[in-house]
Each structure stands twice: as structure tokens, then as C-alpha cells.
T-cell receptor, first 114, second 114 residues
Framework: AQSVTQPDIHITVSEGASLELRCNYS??????LFWYVQSPGQGLQLLLK??????LVQGIKGFEAEFKRSQSSFNLRKPSVHWSDAAEYFC????????????FGDGTTLTVKP | DAGVIQSPRHEVTEMGQEVTLRCKPI?????LFWYRQTMMRGLELLIY????????DSGMPEDRFSAKMPNASFSTLKIQPSEPRDSAVYFC????????????FGSGTQLSVL
């Protein structure tokens, strides 16, 4: 079975500080990994995805994530957080198993302090 | 609460046929979202409603797709005529308010257009 764990329910960082959101997954084959952001009043937006190749992927809004197979992790990072980054972030895993249907983590809520 | 309910769970149809997907949001939720998920593109927002009113349908791929929400407890996504490239998993999600409230997903409809 595939599963995703986001260990941090809520994270607070100061504006300008660096950010890392953790994501651990379980998947029985080569995973496809995604990070989504849900901003206030908006639906989910894809930040970045990993299928294969370079394990460090760049996304929109200055985010990046690193796939570490040995740790079954796909952590999301940003060097300097902006107040507009306050949102809920979801990690998801999918792939060829289960017809490509993704499994989502429970999300991490990010609060940005001035 | 039964959660967000989608039907059918699976739909197999022939190209050119009309397909109707159904969603019952969680009672009391006033925002409803339709997403399409494929392995390569991840989750894409098609349309969302606030208080039964369509707010943003810019994600609807083309005129063959239409969505309605006649009341607070029911929504449909229709594809007419369907094409093989419409094959995907379609998710409905709902939540309260317009802030960073948790988004609740249905279990999805796996659509295969032959």
C-alpha cells in the first residue's frame, strides 16, 4: 500500500528565514512525488513534481525538493520565506501502481511571522 | 460524517459517449472543487464553487467539460463527448470557508475512455 506522512502538522517561521517541510512516503515501486500548496481561498496548486532523473527538483515560487530514496523522503525547501507563502502544503505519492492514483499526506500548515 | 461521496467509483465508456460524474460534499461545506489527476500531470484543478456559484473554471480543458452545482449537497461534472485523453481519476473535494481550512477529498472516479 502507498502512504505519505507529513510529520509536522503546523510550522511557524519568520519572514526571510529558511523553510523545510518534511515528507516521508511508502510505495512499492518507483514513486512519482508531488508537492502542492493550498493558499487561502484557493484550490490546490502544483508546486513541483519528481518522476526520475535529477533528485533535486525546482518548482514554482522559489521552492525546491530533494528526493532521497534511501530515506524514502521528499522534503520541500525554500531559502527565504515570504509572508505570501503562508498556506497549507501537501505531499503526494503516486505512480504506475493503483492506476496512478496519488495518496496525499495530511498536510502541513505554514504560518509566517513578520 | 460519511465524508465526500463520489460516484461512480469506476467508469468505462466508449469514445463519443457522455459521461457524468457525481459528488456529494460534506454537509455544511460551502466550497466544492473538481480535480483531474493523471500520472504525468498530477492533480489539476478544473473548477471550484463557493456557495453553489462557480468561481473559477479556468482549469476546464474545453467546451466538452461542464460542471453544475444545483444545490449545496450535489455537484456534477459532465464530459460530452468523451475522448480517450479524458481518461484519468477525477476527484471532488469540499471544505468550509475561504481560508486555510482543511480540504476533504472524495475517493475519486476512475474514468477510462476507450
Amino acid at each position: 500500500a502507498q502512504s505519505v506522512t507529513q510529520p509536522d502538522i503546523h510550522i511557524t517561521v519568520s519572514e526571510g528565514a529558511s523553510l523545510e517541510l518534511r515528507c516521508n512516503y511508502s510505495y512499492g515501486a518507483t514513486p512519482y512525488l508531488f508537492w502542492y500548496v493550498q493558499s487561502p481561498g484557493q484550490g490546490l496548486q502544483l508546486l513541483l513534481k519528481y518522476f526520475s532523473g535529477d533528485t533535486l527538483v525546482q518548482g514554482i515560487k522559489g521552492f525546491e525538493a530533494e528526493f532521497k530514496r534511501s530515506q524514502s523522503s521528499f522534503n520541500l525547501r525554500k531559502p527565504s520565506v515570504h509572508w505570501s507563502d503562508a498556506a497549507e502544503y501537501f505531499c503526494a505519492v503516486g505512480g504506475a501502481l493503483n492506476a496512478g492514483k496519488s495518496t496525499f499526506g495530511d498536510g502541513t500548515t505554514l504560518t509566517v511571522k513578520p | 460524517d460519511a465524508g465526500v461521496i463520489q460516484s461512480p467509483r469506476h467508469e468505462v465508456t466508449e469514445m463519443g459517449q457522455e459521461v457524468t460524474l457525481r459528488c456529494k460534499p460534506i454537509s455544511g461545506h460551502n466550497s466544492l472543487f473538481w480535480y483531474r489527476q493523471t500520472m504525468m500531470r498530477g492533480l489539476e484543478l478544473l473548477i471550484y464553487f463557493n456557495n453553489n456559484v462557480p468561481i473559477d473554471d479556468s482549469g476546464m480543458p474545453e467546451d466538452r467539460f461542464s460542471a453544475k452545482m444545483p444545490n449545496a449537497s450535489f455537484s456534477t461534472l459532465k464530459i460530452q463527448p468523451s475522448e480517450p485523453r479524458d481518461s484519468a481519476v477525477y476527484f471532488c473535494a469540499s471544505r468550509t470557508g475561504t481560508g486555510i481550512e482543511k480540504l476533504f477529498f472524495g475517493s475519486g472516479t476512475q474514468l477510462s475512455v476507450l
